[in-house]
């Protein structure tokens, strides 16, 4: 899992600058939470935005998929795991 990044302290920097530079930092935590998720099971309570990509496992099969969501929903495909892992 990837930890959200935050900006360091720059006081002595002008103000502008540390509006771009903290803008910076919150894209950057939005691409973190869009392809730092993980959830058992097809969770409908986590809906997603176009671009996000997410890791399911499904219990009932014991198999993992890797999702992108669409303009028309999650698009899936399977995954296996490599002997030794």
Do not use: C, F, H
Not at 25 to 31: A, G
């Amino acid at each position: 899992m990837i930890n959200k990044k935050k900006a360091p302290n720059m006081r002595a920097l002008d103000p502008n600058l540390i509006r771009v530079i903290n803008t910076i930092y919150d894209d950057i935590n939005s691409i973190i939470d869009s392809v730092n998720t993980q959830v058992k099971e097809n969770r409908k309570e986590y809906l997603g935005k176009v671009g996000d990509i997410r890791v399911l496992k499904d219990s009932t099969s014991d198999t993992y998929k890797i999702q992108a969501r669409t303009e028309d929903g999650w698009a899936s495909a399977n995954l296996s795991l490599e002997e030794g892992s």
